[in-house]
C-alpha cells in the first residue's frame, strides 16, 4: 500500500475525535465507554477515502493500558461505520461478524469497524487507555478508553 492510503486514515482519527460531542464532563467527545465483567470489546469506526484499498496491519493498546490484556482484534466492514466512531459491547467478534485484520482490506469509500476485544487481568478495574491503529505500516493513535469494572454505577 503506499503512503497516500496511510494517510487516509488520518482524517479517521481526527474525524473519531470530533463525531461524538455529547459525552459526560469527564468524556466530552463521547469516546469512554464502561462495562461491567471481565471482558469488552472497543469497535473504532474506519472509513476509507484514500481511492484505494487500505488494510489495517494490526491493532494494539496504548501506553498506559492497566490491568487488561488483548485477548482478540478483527476488522468488521459495516457501513454504519462510517458515521460512528466508536462501540463499546461485551459480546467480542461475533457480535460484530468481524474477520482476522489480515482477511479483508477495506476498499475505497467503504467503511469498517476495527475490533479490540480485552480481558481484565485480575479483579482490580482494568482500563483500556486508547488503541493504536496500524495502517499499512504507519501506526495512528486512537483516544478512545473503556474500563472493565465490578459497577459502573
Known sequence: MTRRSALAVIPLVAALALSSCSGSPDDPLGLGGCLEGDRGTIAVGVSNTSGEPIVIDAAALAEGSTGVVLVDTFLAIDEEARDT??????????????????????EPDAAAFVGVEVQR???????VAGLTLTVDGEPQGAPVTLDLVDSCG
Open 121 to 127: 487481568t485480575g479483579t482490580e478495574p482494568g482500563r
Open 85 to 106: 466512531a466508536v462501540l463499546f459491547d461485551d459480546g467480542g467478534r461475533a457480535a460484530f461478524g468481524g474477520v482476522d485484520l489480515d482477511r479483508q482490506a477495506i
